[in-house]
Protein backbone atom coordinates (compact mmCIF):
# COMPACT_ATOMS: atom_id res chain seq x y z
CA UNK A 1 0.00 0.00 0.00
CA UNK A 2 1.18 3.43 -0.82
CA UNK A 3 0.63 4.93 2.62
CA UNK A 4 3.10 2.16 3.93
CA UNK A 5 5.44 2.58 1.61
CA UNK A 6 6.06 5.85 1.69
CA UNK A 7 5.49 6.11 5.43
CA UNK A 8 8.84 6.77 8.27
CA UNK A 9 8.68 6.79 12.09
CA UNK A 10 9.19 9.19 14.45
CA UNK A 11 10.35 7.81 17.74
CA UNK A 12 10.56 4.27 16.09
CA UNK A 13 9.85 1.71 18.64
CA UNK A 14 12.57 -1.58 19.29
CA UNK A 15 9.68 -3.74 17.61
CA UNK A 16 7.55 -3.71 14.81
CA UNK A 17 7.26 -5.31 11.45
CA UNK A 18 4.87 -4.90 8.34
CA UNK A 19 3.04 -7.26 7.00
CA UNK A 20 0.89 -7.09 4.17
CA UNK A 21 -0.94 -4.14 4.66
CA UNK A 22 -0.62 -4.09 8.00
CA UNK A 23 1.91 -2.48 10.81
CA UNK A 24 2.41 -4.43 13.85
CA UNK A 25 3.90 -2.13 16.72
CA UNK A 26 5.08 -3.22 20.37
CA UNK A 27 5.38 0.05 22.27
CA UNK A 28 8.64 1.07 23.93
CA UNK A 29 8.17 1.49 27.75
CA UNK A 30 7.13 5.13 29.01
CA UNK A 31 6.53 6.56 25.51
CA UNK A 32 3.86 9.51 25.59
CA UNK A 33 2.47 12.93 23.99
CA UNK A 34 1.56 15.39 26.16
CA UNK A 35 2.39 19.20 27.36
CA UNK A 36 2.66 20.72 30.55
CA UNK A 37 -0.97 20.64 31.25
CA UNK A 38 -2.24 19.52 35.08
CA UNK A 39 0.84 17.55 35.48
CA UNK A 40 3.44 20.13 34.39
CA UNK A 41 5.74 17.61 32.65
CA UNK A 42 6.38 17.85 28.46
CA UNK A 43 6.85 14.06 26.61
CA UNK A 44 6.97 13.76 22.99
CA UNK A 45 8.20 10.31 23.13
CA UNK A 46 5.19 8.54 21.38
CA UNK A 47 5.84 5.76 18.27
CA UNK A 48 4.14 7.66 15.11
CA UNK A 49 4.37 5.93 11.63
CA UNK A 50 3.53 8.82 9.28
CA UNK A 51 3.87 10.34 5.93
CA UNK A 52 4.28 14.08 4.85
CA UNK A 53 0.95 15.87 4.74
CA UNK A 54 -0.07 19.25 2.62
CA UNK A 55 -3.17 21.21 2.51
CA UNK A 56 -6.84 19.18 2.75
CA UNK A 57 -7.45 15.02 3.33
CA UNK A 58 -9.30 12.70 5.11
CA UNK A 59 -7.38 10.18 6.61
CA UNK A 60 -8.71 6.79 7.82
CA UNK A 61 -7.22 3.55 10.05
CA UNK A 62 -8.45 0.46 11.46
CA UNK A 63 -7.10 0.14 15.22
CA UNK A 64 -6.49 -2.78 17.13
CA UNK A 65 -4.94 -3.28 20.78
CA UNK A 66 -5.19 -5.06 23.94
CA UNK A 67 -5.64 -1.77 26.12
CA UNK A 68 -5.20 -2.90 29.89
CA UNK A 69 -2.75 -0.85 31.61
CA UNK A 70 -3.24 2.70 32.98
CA UNK A 71 -2.76 5.44 30.20
CA UNK A 72 -2.71 2.51 27.38
CA UNK A 73 -2.95 4.84 23.84
CA UNK A 74 -3.56 3.49 19.99
CA UNK A 75 -4.61 5.88 17.41
CA UNK A 76 -3.50 8.46 14.81
CA UNK A 77 -1.81 11.50 15.55
CA UNK A 78 -1.36 15.18 12.97
CA UNK A 79 1.47 17.67 13.94
CA UNK A 80 2.20 20.42 12.60
CA UNK A 81 5.28 20.60 14.99
CA UNK A 82 6.05 19.59 18.78
CA UNK A 83 3.77 22.11 20.46
CA UNK A 84 0.83 21.74 17.32
CA UNK A 85 -0.86 18.37 17.29
CA UNK A 86 -3.87 16.29 17.52
CA UNK A 87 -3.80 12.68 18.87
CA UNK A 88 -7.25 10.92 19.20
CA UNK A 89 -8.43 7.01 19.51
CA UNK A 90 -8.31 4.77 22.50
CA UNK A 91 -6.64 5.54 25.97
CA UNK A 92 -7.12 2.98 29.29
CA UNK A 93 -8.09 5.12 31.98
CA UNK A 94 -10.68 4.55 34.94
CA UNK A 95 -9.98 0.81 34.53
CA UNK A 96 -11.81 0.52 31.08
CA UNK A 97 -10.63 1.57 27.67
CA UNK A 98 -12.21 5.17 26.56
CA UNK A 99 -12.18 6.69 23.12
CA UNK A 100 -10.81 10.43 23.19
CA UNK A 101 -8.79 13.23 21.89
CA UNK A 102 -5.82 15.62 22.86
CA UNK A 103 -5.44 18.99 21.05
CA UNK A 104 -2.47 20.53 21.78
CA UNK A 105 -1.99 24.40 21.03
CA UNK A 106 1.17 24.85 23.05
CA UNK A 107 -0.71 22.83 25.71
CA UNK A 108 -2.67 19.74 26.21
CA UNK A 109 -6.12 19.51 26.61
CA UNK A 110 -8.22 15.86 27.06
CA UNK A 111 -11.39 15.29 25.85
CA UNK A 112 -12.66 11.52 26.60
CA UNK A 113 -15.54 9.54 26.80
CA UNK A 114 -16.85 6.29 27.46
CA UNK A 115 -15.47 3.62 24.68
CA UNK A 116 -19.10 2.10 23.49
CA UNK A 117 -18.37 -1.35 22.57
CA UNK A 118 -16.87 -4.66 24.24
CA UNK A 119 -14.39 -4.89 21.12
CA UNK A 120 -10.34 -4.04 20.86
CA UNK A 121 -10.71 -2.62 17.63
CA UNK A 122 -11.85 0.42 15.89
CA UNK A 123 -11.71 3.04 13.23
CA UNK A 124 -10.70 6.34 12.89
CA UNK A 125 -11.17 9.29 10.31
CA UNK A 126 -9.72 12.37 10.39
CA UNK A 127 -10.24 14.93 7.64
CA UNK A 128 -8.31 18.49 7.04
CA UNK A 129 -10.50 21.30 5.63
CA UNK A 130 -11.57 24.78 5.74
CA UNK A 131 -8.50 25.50 8.61
CA UNK A 132 -10.70 22.74 11.05
CA UNK A 133 -10.05 19.49 11.98
CA UNK A 134 -13.36 16.53 11.74
CA UNK A 135 -12.55 13.96 14.25
CA UNK A 136 -14.79 10.82 13.78
CA UNK A 137 -14.24 7.09 15.07
CA UNK A 138 -16.43 3.87 14.40
CA UNK A 139 -16.93 0.38 16.28
CA UNK A 140 -17.46 -1.29 12.63
CA UNK A 141 -16.60 0.92 9.70
CA UNK A 142 -19.87 2.16 8.66
CA UNK A 143 -21.41 4.29 10.96
CA UNK A 144 -18.97 7.14 11.97
CA UNK A 145 -19.91 9.38 15.01
CA UNK A 146 -17.97 12.77 15.65
CA UNK A 147 -15.46 12.62 18.44
CA UNK A 148 -14.08 16.76 17.89
CA UNK A 149 -14.27 19.24 15.68
CA UNK A 150 -11.66 21.93 16.38
CA UNK A 151 -9.70 24.87 14.39
CA UNK A 152 -6.08 23.71 13.30
CA UNK A 153 -3.02 25.79 12.92
CA UNK A 154 -2.13 26.42 9.49
CA UNK A 155 1.28 24.85 8.25
CA UNK A 156 2.98 23.99 4.65
CA UNK A 157 2.87 20.23 5.92
CA UNK A 158 1.82 18.33 8.52
CA UNK A 159 3.24 15.09 9.63
CA UNK A 160 -0.19 12.20 9.72
CA UNK A 161 -0.15 8.77 11.25
CA UNK A 162 -0.64 5.59 13.10
CA UNK A 163 -0.10 6.12 16.83
CA UNK A 164 0.77 4.65 19.77
CA UNK A 165 2.14 5.36 23.11
CA UNK A 166 2.47 3.62 26.54
CA UNK A 167 3.49 6.22 29.52
CA UNK A 168 3.62 3.39 32.03
CA UNK A 169 5.19 0.12 30.64
CA UNK A 170 6.39 -1.18 27.44
CA UNK A 171 4.74 -3.95 25.49
CA UNK A 172 1.16 -2.94 24.37
CA UNK A 173 0.78 -4.69 21.02
CA UNK A 174 -1.27 -2.65 18.30
CA UNK A 175 -2.37 -3.65 14.54
CA UNK A 176 -3.17 -0.73 11.93
CA UNK A 177 -4.60 -1.65 9.26
CA UNK A 178 -7.09 0.00 6.00
CA UNK A 179 -4.81 2.78 5.76
CA UNK A 180 -6.66 5.45 3.69
CA UNK A 181 -5.51 8.53 2.69
CA UNK A 182 -7.10 10.97 0.04
CA UNK A 183 -8.91 14.06 -0.60
CA UNK A 184 -11.71 15.46 1.65
CA UNK A 185 -14.78 13.55 1.67
CA UNK A 186 -16.73 16.07 1.15
CA UNK A 187 -19.51 14.48 3.65
CA UNK A 188 -21.93 16.86 5.40
CA UNK A 189 -21.01 17.30 9.32
CA UNK A 190 -23.72 15.10 10.54
CA UNK A 191 -23.82 12.34 7.98
CA UNK A 192 -22.24 9.26 9.70
CA UNK A 193 -21.46 7.07 6.51
Known amino acids: MEYLANGHWLNEPARWRL ?40 FQVRVEGDFTTLYDQAGLLLMADE ?7 IEYNDAQPMIGSVLTLERSDWATGIFPAAQQHFWLRLTHQNHC ?46 FRLGPPNGKDLHDLS
Not at 27 to 36: E, K, L, S, V
Not at 83 to 89: C, D, R, S, T, V
Open 133 to 178: LRLQYSTDGETWPLLRLCPFPDADRYFLGAMCCTPTRAGLEVMFSD
Open 19 to 58: EGDALHVTTDAQTDFWQTTWYGFQRHSGHVFGVEVTGDFT
Open 83 to 89: HHWLKAG
